[in-house]
């Protein structure tokens, strides 16, 4: 093989219009690997970014199909006909933030919340509570993963990185009272 031959990558999206505005969904082909709020227009340098730091380089091909089973279940969340995500996906992030991801997923359940603490003792890394913030913020499939279902140790909203706003609305929809 030519060493001068960069190989790319080709990731596929898909977008949603929902309650809480734009989101766009991302696939490897096989695996998603980012939900995200926004439209692919807006977040495209940042996705750039993270591609090219995890992944390499990349090429974003609009391609809807690849990510209709992730719509049709985010649909389904929104109109309360489903609670439970069954997708595959794949995690890029560095070690502790992939450990910190997945706890989230298997932890905690659609209508409760945990603190950045609880996580933090779920990972065996009781000090880690403001890596764990900062894990959290850089959840990259989001509502999938339930990073708006942690709170603070007051039982407060603190910070999300769709927006407070947004975090507030999907509590709300998940029926979670602060």
């Known amino acids: 093989m030519d060493r001068g ?3 790319q990558t080709i990731l596929y999206y898909g977008e949603l219009d929902t309650p809480i505005g734009t989101i766009v969904i991302i696939s490897n082909g096989e695996n998603i690997v980012r939900i995200d709020y926004g439209s692919m227009t807006a977040l495209e340098d940042k996705l ?3 591609a090219n730091k995890f992944i390499g380089e990349v090429t974003f091909v609009y391609m809807p199909k690849k990510v209709n089973h992730v719509v049709e279940q985010l649909n ?29 997923y298997d932890t905690i359940p659609f209508g409760e ?7 933090a003792q779920t990972i065996g890394n009781v000090k880690a509570v403001r890596a764990v913030g900062g894990a959290v913020n850089k959840n990259p499939l989001s509502i999938i993963v339930p990073c708006h279902r942690v ?21 709300s929809h998940e029926s979670i009272n602060l």
């Open 151 to 171: 709170i603070g140790a007051n039982g407060k909203l603190v910070g999300y990185n769709g927006g407070l706003d947004k975090k507030e609305y999907l509590l």
């Open 113 to 119: 919340t945990k603190s950045y603490k609880d996580i």
């Open 48 to 50: 750039m970014g993270w």
């Open 5 to 7: 031959i960069i190989m």
């Open 76 to 104: 389904g969340y929104f109109s309360d006909d489903h609670q439970n995500f069954s997708i595959n996906f794949k995690f890029y992030g560095t070690p502790f933030q992939l450990k910190v991801w997945q706890a989230l």
